[in-house]
T-cell receptor, first 112, second 116 residues
Framework: GQNIDQPTEMTATEGAIVQINCTYQ??????LFWYQQHAGEAPTFLSY????GLEEKGRFSSFLSRSKGYSYLLLKELQMKDSASYLC?????????????FGTGTRLQVFP | GAVVSQHPSWVICKSGTSVKIECRSL??????MFWYRQFPKQSLMLMAT?????????EQGVEKDKFLINHASLTLSTLTVTSAHPEDSSFYIC????????????FGPGTRLTVT
C-alpha cells in the first residue's frame, strides 16, 4: 500500500531552523516533492529529490534517503511568512500510471 | 514559468445542480492533468488522472459518474460535479504536467465549491 507520514503541526521562532520529517512507503518510488501551501491557496513547488542526498536552494534544503524511505525539509532563518503548511508528496509509478501521493501536511507556525 | 489557471475561483450552488470547473495550462502543453480535492485542514487527495484524448483514471472511492472529467485538448481539462450535495463542498485543485518536464506538476489556484 501507500503511506506517507508527517507531523501534523510544528512551531518555531523567527530566525530559527526547523526540520520537517516525512516517511513513506509506496509501490513504485520515482521521486519526492516538497510543497508549501498557504491557507486557501494552491501548493507551490519547493524541491524535488530523486537521488539520495541533500538538495539546497537558498534558505530551504531537502534530504532524501531511499533505503530508509525518509526525507526532510530544512528551513533556515525562519521568517513570519514561512508560516504555512508543508506537504511531502511522493511520485508513485506503477505500470503506466505516474501520480503524486500527498502526505497529511505539516502546519508550521512561526512566532516572533 | 508555467502557469495553470482555474475557473471559477469560487462557486456556490444548490443541492442537486451541476457545476463545471475548468483547468487550463496557459503557456505549455499538458498531456496529463490531475484533479485533487482538499477538505479543511487536510492534505490533497487525488481524485483522478486525466490524459488528453482518453478516459480519465479515477482513484478508488471516487465516483466517476458523479465527477465527470473531460480532457479535450492539451491545454484544457474540465471537472463537472453532477448532482452536487453539501458534502461535495471542498477546495478543488487541478495540476498539469508539462510534457517536456515530466517530473514536475504545476498547480492551479484552486476552486472553492460550496453546496447549499
Amino acid at each position: 500500500g501507500q503511506n506517507i507520514d508527517q507531523p501534523t503541526e510544528m512551531t518555531a521562532t523567527e530566525g530559527a531552523i526547523v526540520q520537517i520529517n516525512c516517511t513513506y512507503q509506496t509501490s513504485g518510488f520515482n521521486g519526492l516533492f516538497w510543497y508549501q501551501q498557504h491557507a486557501g491557496e494552491a501548493p507551490t513547488f519547493l524541491s524535488y529529490n530523486v537521488l539520495d542526498g541533500l538538495e539546497e536552494k537558498g534558505r530551504f534544503s531537502s534530504f532524501l534517503s531511499r533505503s530508509k524511505g525518509y526525507s526532510y525539509l530544512l528551513l533556515k532563518e525562519l521568517q513570519m511568512k514561512d508560516s504555512a503548511s508543508y506537504l511531502c508528496a511522493v511520485r508513485d509509478r506503477v505500470g503506466n500510471t505516474d501520480k503524486l501521493i500527498f502526505g497529511t501536511g505539516t502546519r508550521l507556525q512561526v512566532f516572533p | 514559468g508555467a502557469v495553470v489557471s482555474q475557473h471559477p475561483s469560487w462557486v456556490i450552488c444548490k443541492s442537486g445542480t451541476s457545476v463545471k470547473i475548468e483547468c487550463r495550462s496557459l503557456d505549455f502543453q499538458a498531456t496529463t492533468m490531475f484533479w485533487y480535492r482538499q477538505f479543511p485542514k487536510q492534505s490533497l487527495m487525488l481524485m483522478a488522472t486525466s490524459n488528453e484524448g482518453s478516459k480519465a483514471t479515477y482513484e478508488q472511492g471516487v465516483e466517476k459518474d458523479k465527477f465527470l472529467i473531460n480532457h479535450a485538448s492539451l491545454t484544457l481539462s474540465t471537472l463537472t460535479v453532477t448532482s452536487a450535495h453539501p458534502e461535495d463542498s471542498s477546495f478543488y485543485i487541478c495540476s498539469a504536467r508539462d510534457q517536456r518536464i515530466t517530473y514536475e506538476q504545476y498547480f492551479g489556484p484552486g476552486t472553492r465549491l460550496t453546496v447549499t
